[in-house]
């Protein structure tokens, strides 16, 4: 069965250093999501991407981060210069379409540490 | 503001039993709803999808849809000790790209 993949599984990175995200989303899914769940809190969306734009964000997706398909595979969320508050697991999901009836499916998720 | 409520729980059941996990939403405007299981350190699973009013069954699971009520339900059958984990509530709401707010979760232990 398809199922979107994500790397590392675990992230460790100093405060203000950058880091970079990477999922691989099913392969005829055209719309892929970033989210992310705080230790203990809800899942929260970040941002929608669709025909290598960004469809929608939420507040919490600010400046410092930035979302790309460098490729025909692979999707990426970065954070330019992390703080402590990023700490949490990031959840790349896809989705064939958008729409009522359309369902996501969320990868593994990568587990961000910022020290 | 999109608001979806869940009792944290922990909802505990013994084997064997039938758990019953509810969720609230807020928005009238919603239209789709989605179930989703999440062990500890895992990413969500998702279980089961409803758009109208009544029942949907699949397998075990059966979840429950009430618009007049804002309601959603999800009845696990048969309750087994692997069922033991965070079911996520999920709803979405028409008029934009169907963007689902999650709700806490009820955590749900089943024991032997």
């Known amino acids: 069965e398809p199922e979107v993949t994500q790397t590392p599984s675990h992230q460790v990175t100093q405060m203000g250093q950058e880091v970079i995200l990477r999922c691989v989303p099913i392969s005829n899914h055209l719309y892929f999501y970033w989210y992310r769940q705080i230790l203990g809190q809800k899942v929260e969306f970040l941002v929608s991407f669709y025909n290598n734009e960004i469809s929608e964000k939420s507040e919490i997706f600010d400046d410092q981060f930035s979302v790309e398909r460098p490729d025909g595979s692979n999707f990426t969320l970065k954070i330019r210069s992390t703080k402590l508050e990023d700490s949490a697991m990031y959840f790349c999901?896809?989705?064939?379409?958008?729409?009522?009836?359309?369902?996501?499916?969320f990868g593994p998720g990568t587990r961000l540490t910022v020290t | 503001q999109k608001e979806v409520e869940q009792n944290s729980g922990p909802l505990s059941v013994p084997e064997g039993a039938i758990a019953s996990l509810n969720c609230t939403y807020s928005d009238r405007g919603s239209q789709s709803f989605f179930w989703y299981r999440q062990y500890s350190g895992k990413s969500p699973e998702l279980i089961m999808s409803i758009y109208s009013n009544g029942d949907k069954e699949d397998g075990r699971f059966t979840a429950q849809l009430n618009k007049a009520s804002q309601y959603v339900s999800l009845l696990i059958r048969d309750s087994q000790p692997s069922d033991s984990a965070t079911y996520l509530c999920?709803?979405?709401?028409?008029?934009?790209?169907?963007?689902?707010?999650f709700g806490r979760g009820t955590s749900l232990i089943v024991h032997p």
């Open positions: 999920a709803v979405s709401v028409s008029g934009g790209s169907y963007i689902p707010t």
């Open positions: 999901a896809s989705s064939e379409s958008s729409g009522r009836y359309y369902e996501q499916y």
